[in-house]
């Protein structure tokens, strides 16, 4: 697939993610999505390549267009919607709206664990994960044995997920709501959405929250509640700490593969890292 070279002067950024960086079109009717430097072109077009089956399965998503780069950056270029805004920026500026778009979210996230996937087209998320463990150089054999193991034991499920879901990759422009980041679209257990968004709300930093989704760490862990009470709908509380328990596995395996895949396999293992895998993988 070939990269189309833009000149970032008839562009304004307009977003920025934990890998990526946004830019909207001047003219105002497309966006690039261009990431870091170094994590290579083959990263962007895989993305694209996701993106295409997803926009064309008719998830609601804006639509693919071209592989682009900055000379330096690699990424793509997409439908800009306008009049757009993700619903934490929402959030972010209208407190108010916090409870509201979170069950709106959660009804969105169950709608789409509840959608059948193609699985000759979408990959299977417990293979992506295999996959990323596997090729972690740095990460002791026996904790790399276990978490494989423990991979081993998650059954198979035909439910498409985000791959990435929290409550910013989800974009609204008053009429539509519309998935955006959709580039580790697989299928797979809800568990593997569910468990990383758990995570996020619950155990990042106050500066990675404040950066990645404009409000702190009080709102995200509301936000969950409200979200995990509308997700499993009329469950008592005690059933719904039952399933935030059945997340860690899932969570430990997720969040080695992520940062086997930003590393591209190499890289030291950190302190907190192993410390997670061990608290999470039971």
Known sequence: MEYQKINLDNYVQTGEGGTALTYSNKAGNT???LF??????????????????????????????RLVTD???YGAEYELIPAKRSFTRIISEEPEQLEPLTLRFARLARQLHQTPANTEILPDMRELVRYHIGRYEAL????????????????TQAACLHGDLHIGNIIT????????DVGDFAYGCPEW?????????HFMSEERAQSIFHVGMDTLKKHWALFAREYWSGEPAAEIAAHEKTLYPFIALKITSLVSKLHD??????????????????
Not at 193 to 201: E, Q, T
Not at 265 to 282: C, D, F, Q, T
């Open 265 to 282: 396999g190499k890289g030291s293992v950190s302190e907190p890292l192993l410390n997670m895998i061990n608290a999470y993988l039971r």
């Open 140 to 155: 002791p054999e026996e904790l790399k044995e276990r978490l494989l193991a423990k991979l081993a034991t998650i059954p």
């Open 71 to 73: 000379g330096e950056r």
């Open 36 to 65: 870091s430097p170094g994590m290579g072109a083959e990263n962007a077009a895989r993305e694209f390549r996701v993106n295409q089956v997803v926009y064309r399965l008719g998830v609601p998503t804006p639509a693919p267009l």
């Open 173 to 180: 422009d008053g009429t539509r709501d519309l998935w955006i």
């Open 31 to 33: 966006l690039v999505k």
């Open 193 to 201: 959405d569910l468990g990383m968004m758990y995570y996020a709300d």
